[in-house]
């Protein structure tokens, strides 16, 4: 692992190196059209290209070396058979016919994740979808969804859908609206404490009861307090999704300061959410 981190911290050092020069070069470019405007352009437009170069060439061999080497071996310290897949993740047809979480007009995901832990099988992603405008000249780019989503193994059977999520001022509504197919209706359990902190929309109403046990939904109402961002519970595909909206997109590896030891520290605390949740929804 020591050998690793030196090959990586070298390879990290020549893009910060490159970088910094190349904003440099913009800077003095940008001084220099006051007295030589063709000189000031050109020296502007190499630290451009130095800048571009980096980050097309090299730093894309950077992170998936540090997440194919320091990251999955760290996940293969706390989950059995581990496959991770960078360049991957959830397909975008199948994240908007889901009806989970927000989705806009530009999707992003990668970092596909499987294995198992107690015995408990899983997958996950991390998930960024936002809206972008167009006004005039102006582009808004706004967040509507980033963090991971994962996939588990249920031990009751249903055959319904449901989504229990996390309420938010003027946001969502029905799963999908009113015309996307999905028969679904918004309900609300006995428990008045829940029905406060979440809605929840249910193609079949007694299977909902079903599946939400007090018991079951004392553990959601816990998660939700544990875990920083808004929370996402799903019922479909015959499987069970949690997606976190934390605004984070896991394992990625720093570029201006070193890869140290403690430091993978960092890998494990993004990863153990799905311990937490396993173990908290007691899903084993």
Same mark, same amino acid.
Request: charged fraction near 25%; proline fraction near 4%; charge should be negative.
């Given at each position: ?7 990586? #911290?070298?390879? /990290? ?29 050109? %020296? ?46 959830? #397909? ?10 927000? %989705?806009? #007009? ?17 997958? /996950? ?39 229990? /999520? ?17 028969? %679904? ?5 006995? #428990? ?6 979440? *809605? ?23 998660? *939700? /307090? ?59």
């Amino acid at each position: 692992m020591d050998e690793i981190l030196v090959q990586l #911290n070298h390879q /990290r050092e020549r893009i910060m190196v490159v970088t910094v020069l190349g904003g440099v070069l913009i800077g003095v470019g940008v001084l220099l059209l006051f007295s030589s405007f063709s000189f000031g352009v050109l %020296t502007g437009v190499l630290g451009l290209v130095l800048i571009l170069w980096i980050n097309i060439t090299e730093k894309p061999k950077y992170v998936r070396a540090y997440k194919n080497q320091i990251v999955l071996a760290v996940l293969r310290e706390m989950f059995d058979d581990v496959k991770l897949n960078a360049d991957a993740g959830f #397909n975008q047809e199948w994240v908007e016919e889901a009806h989970f979480i927000p %989705t806009g #007009n530009r999707f992003f995901s990668d970092d596909q994740l499987s294995g198992s832990y107690h015995g408990c099988p899983f997958r /996950r992603s991390d998930v960024l979808t936002q809206q972008v405008t167009h006004t005039g000249k102006t582009t808004t780019v706004t967040t509507l969804f980033e963090g991971p989503w994962m996939v588990f193994d249920f031990p009751k059977n249903f055959g319904h859908y449901l989504l229990v /999520r996390e309420k938010e001022f003027l946001a969502n509504g029905k799963p999908g609206g009113w015309f996307s197919g999905l028969k %679904t209706e918004r309900i609300e359990m006995e #428990n008045e404490a829940f029905n406060e902190k979440f *809605e929840i929309y249910a193609e079949d109403e007694q299977e909902a009861f079903y599946l939400l046990t007090p018991h079951f939904m004392e553990k959601l109402e816990q998660a *939700e /307090r544990e875990i920083a961002g808004r929370m996402y519970y799903g019922f479909f595909d015959r499987q069970f999704h949690v997606a976190v909206d934390n605004r984070q997109n896991s394992f990625e590896p720093p570029v201006f300061s070193a890869i140290t030891l403690p430091q993978l520290n960092e890998i494990r605390k993004e990863a153990r959410l799905i311990c937490e949740l396993i173990d908290l929804l007691q899903l084993t």
